[in-house]
């Protein structure tokens, strides 16, 4: 299925130069965030804060804790490119993958043998959505996330999304073995989160939690 993006807003002609950097004139902070998402990356968001991006269309989610998040992409290793965007919000990671994975998700791990197993891993898709981390550095004329807060701190891109460059042929996907430019497929990606939530749970089962490493990975 191809996923057509959605219409992104005009731009304002009104608006100063200085829009390259995203600091328009009476524009609030999280305007400017929403505006990255929604016009530089073609993100539809959810109206309101914290700032939230809806699942379902450009991707789907892997929401897995942060200790297996960070094993599972040193296993899998670097991709060719930018690679597909990775979150981090307290101790949890969000892996994003193609949309309609959360869908294939259960029958997976069911193929997979790992069906019958707390893993801690889920997906979210459509009707979901994802807090917004805050644009990377220089982007989006504000350095932290919009309107957020809890006791789950506050979201980050670990890897974060390109503008300019569609998201889709970045994502694990089930379309193709290998995914578009080295991308690993989704089959990969599930067998190996699934492997790392396990041990992470057992690990914790018999020796109490861990503290989080760091995440030291390109």
């Given amino acids: 299925m191809t996923i057509v993006p959605l219409p992104r807003r005009p731009l304002d ?5 200085a829009l390259a950097s995203r600091e328009v004139p009476g524009e609030a902070p ?15 968001t959810v109206p309101g804060t914290p700032l939230r ?25 670097p991709v060719p490119g930018p690679g597909s ?7 949890r990671m969000q892996l994003l993958v193609a ?10 791990l069911q193929w997979l043998d790992w069906g019958g197993l707390d893993l801690d891993l889920t997906a979210v898709g459509t009707g979901g959505h994802l807090v917004a981390p805050a644009p990377p550095d220089g982007a989006g004329g504000h350095g932290g ?13 670990v890897r974060p999304p390109e503008p300019g460059c569609e998201v889709e042929p970045s994502l694990p996907s089930m379309s193709a073995l290998g995914g578009a430019g080295g991308t690993p497929d989704l089959v990969r990606v599930v067998d190996t989160v699934a492997t790392h939530c396990h ?7 018999s020796t109490g939690p861990s503290e989080t490493q760091p995440l030291a990975f390109s």
Avoid: K
């Fill in 13 to 17: 002609p009104s608006a100063s130069p």
């Fill in 30 to 44: 999280c305007d400017a965030v929403r505006w990255w998402y929604e016009n530089d990356l073609g993100w539809t």
């Fill in 53 to 77: 991006l809806i699942t379902g269309l450009r991707f789907d989610v892997l929401d897995v804790p942060a200790e297996a998040g960070v094993a599972a992409l040193r296993h899998l290793g």
């Fill in 85 to 91: 965007p990775v979150a981090r919000r307290g101790g």
């Fill in 99 to 108: 949309a309609g994975s959360a869908e294939e998700l259960p029958g997976l």
């Fill in 145 to 157: 996330a919009c309107g957020e807060a809890g006791s789950q701190g506050a979201a980050e891109w």
């Fill in 199 to 205: 041990r992470v749970r057992l690990r914790r089962a």
